[in-house]
């Protein structure tokens, strides 16, 4: 399957599982703690997953069409290997953040609709 066609489905079925979130399958699956922190986040993590993925391919793709697209995507890629080697950098940032989110009064705050700063 072309380059092109992966990154259009791989976007499309993240979109697909983000915005089955705004109908009653969230609500079910906010039901149930477990249901919540294993299913729904695994569905997030697997939407962003496949985004980024998404992402990467059109870009892919149209650096080959496109002299400016591929300079910009040269320099991304060489942002990343000289700031993200090995994906430490991301590791951190993703661990801090989950961390952050998994604080007492942070998640009982997000769960009772209150705000904690």
Do not use: C
Not at 4 to 23: F, K, N, P, Q, Y
Not at 46 to 71: C, N, P, Q, T, W
Not at 74 to 95: C, E, Y
């Amino acid at each position: 399957m072309p380059w092109l066609v992966r990154s259009v489905i791989a976007v499309g079925i993240a979109s697909v599982i983000i915005l089955s979130m705004l109908t009653p399958l969230s609500a079910y699956l906010e039901s149930n703690l477990t249901l919540h922190m294993v299913a729904q986040h695994f569905l997030y993590i697997a939407a962003g997953f496949l985004i980024a993925y998404g992402l990467d391919s059109m870009l892919f793709v149209a650096s080959r069409f496109h002299d400016k697209v591929a300079e910009v995507y040269r320099l991304l890629l060489k942002a990343n290997s000289v700031f993200n080697k090995w994906g430490i950098v991301t590791f951190v940032v993703a661990s801090l953040l989950t961390a952050y989110w998994y604080l007492p009064a942070n998640f009982d705050a997000a769960v009772l609709g209150g705000m904690v700063l």
